[in-house]
């Protein structure tokens, strides 16, 4: 086990971490520990050194040729201001912020094992009532072109709940897990599809017990 001290000051709250392709460094978000946090996503390499203050956001993703970080400005990273929420794209340098999806309702990014796509969920409607929430799995290409609709479903506190996507190693399919509510004992299972939204599959399952 190794500790990376990352230098900053306590008490602090992590919003998402990633690998770099060269094992070398992480990306990381981080907040102060307090009601409203402004978290920001930094680089460091593994022996403590090189820390770099990127941009405001949480959730970073890597891509594979190590070119490009992804990653989400929501609540807890730009605050009230919905218009400067949303899906960015930046250089590991700090170079080259952009915004990569057009609604302000997108977050959770997951590069593809290429590193030329990214998956995210994208909020539609209104948040309220609990029943209609809807949110849909899209990819885009990393130049923003091709923002494509993979699966959409309906968040209800009487049936399932699915979690942000995750590509698998080898690119061919995406990967969530999906909470059944619709019984006293939950239910949660991992799913898999296709990156057209095809071919749903449910690998294995488990049961989720009231706390």
């Known amino acids: 086990v190794k500790k990376i001290r990352l230098g900053l000051r306590q008490p602090l709250r992590l919003y998402g971490w990633a690998w770099a392709p060269d094992g070398r460094h992480v990306v990381f978000a981080a907040g102060r520990a307090q009601r409203y946090p402004r978290s920001r996503i930094y680089m460091i390499a593994i022996d403590g050194s090189q820390r770099r203050a990127l941009a405001r956001g949480d959730q970073p993703s890597w891509s594979s040729d190590g070119r490009h970080i992804v990653f989400q400005r929501n609540y807890a990273s730009v605050g009230i201001d919905a218009a400067r929420r949303g899906v960015f794209i930046i250089r590991p340098d700090g170079t080259h912020l952009r915004r990569l999806t057009a609604s302000t309702g997108d977050g959770f990014p997951s590069f593809s094992p290429d590193g030329r796509r990214v998956a995210f969920v994208r909020e539609v409607g209104s948040p309220l009532p609990v029943d209609q929430q809807r949110a849909e799995w899209r990819t885009i290409d990393i ?34 897990l999906r909470e059944d509510t619709s019984t006293p004992i939950s239910t949660v299972a991992f799913v898999t599809v296709s990156p057209t939204g095809t071919d749903e599959r449910v690998e294995f399952t488990f049961p989720r017990r009231p706390s």
């Open 143 to 176: 130049t923003g072109r091709d923002d494509t609709l993979v699966a959409s479903h309906l968040y209800s506190p009487f049936s399932s709940r699915y979690g942000a996507p995750q590509w698998a190693p080898d690119g061919t399919r995406l990967g969530a």
